[in-house]
């Protein structure tokens, strides 16, 4: 039965249950909204910043060799996932609400995620240099290809406004260049705090998802969305995991890739980043719209980890096993 514990929902999940559930009832309304929107706008700044002090240029240099795997992992991220966004938005009007169809697209354009990219490419045994560098760009590529793809086909009125635009390089741009930049004097503080300042991403995405809840709930989410909505959302965001993992997984062998270099195709092409898309969803959307945005994200998440984690096993497993033929 060991075989379950791979799917066992993490902490961080739980503790996004467990936010929502407290913004269901007890939502931030009025002044102290207020006064959280303020704090939300810092803390997506902050974690922008961290983001970019992280980004190692070594790393992305030791990985531009593989220039073949990263337009594969960019082509699956931000052209076969804002593909299936489209025909899923298109084909399933009569089957869930159309925000919970604006929040699959979303989802499909964000960007692939950094850290468990890398985790489960070094569990499967594959080229973690090339994860490292893969995930970093399709990161540092979405903070600009994200929004624009949000103005292109999600159809929103008078396309993203200048409004927008300057959130979106004040609070995210500007503060990932800042961190970058001062990376040569804050990089080393950073990796040695890593894990203490990991509070911070995880801190920063609970904060906009309960104002975004909030909002929501003062607003009625609970008597639009059913609890049939939420089983047939669980049911298409695993149908759209599956088909990228198995496209991929295709690409791949199809294109001659090493197994090494697969496994990084498969993992960092086939996910979508929670820490990038909360933020931006906060920042592209009307309040009170984000939190059925991000819905369909955070189901997402869970499931990409759940399922990754078993496939790295596997992967892991018959590496053992090869090698042990030989």
Known sequence: MKWLSSFKPDNFTLAIVAT?????????????????????????ALLF?????????????????????HLIVLGATFVLFP????????????????????GLLFLCLLPSTVQSSIAFTSIAHGNVAAAVCSASLSNLLGIFITPALVALLMNLKGGVSLHAVLDIVLQLLAP???????????GDFVAR?????????????LLVVYLAFSEAVANGL?????????????AVCALLLAIVLLATVFIARRLGFVRADEIVIVFCGSKKSLASGVPMAGVLF???QVGMIVLPLMLFHQIQLMVCAALAKRYAASSVAGREAR
């Open 20 to 44: 929502v559930a407290i913004s269901s009832f007890f939502p931030a309304v009025g002044a102290a909204g207020e006064a959280l929107h303020y704090l939300t706008i810092f803390a997506i």
């Open 49 to 69: 910043f961290l983001h970019g002090a992280r980004l190692s240029r070594e790393a992305a240099l030791a990985g531009a060799l593989h220039w073949r795997l």
């Open 83 to 102: 593909i299936l966004g489209l025909i899923l938005r298109q084909t399933l009007g009569a089957v869930l609400p159309d925000s919970l169809l604006v």
């Open 176 to 186: 990932f260049l800042a961190g970058h930049l001062l990376r040569p004097w804050i």
């Open 193 to 205: 705090h890593r894990y203490a300042l990991g509070y911070v991403d995880r801190g920063s995405i």
């Open 222 to 234: 609970w008597h639009v969305l059913s609890a049939g909505d939420l089983v047939k959302l669980l």
């Open 286 to 288: 009307p309040l009170a």
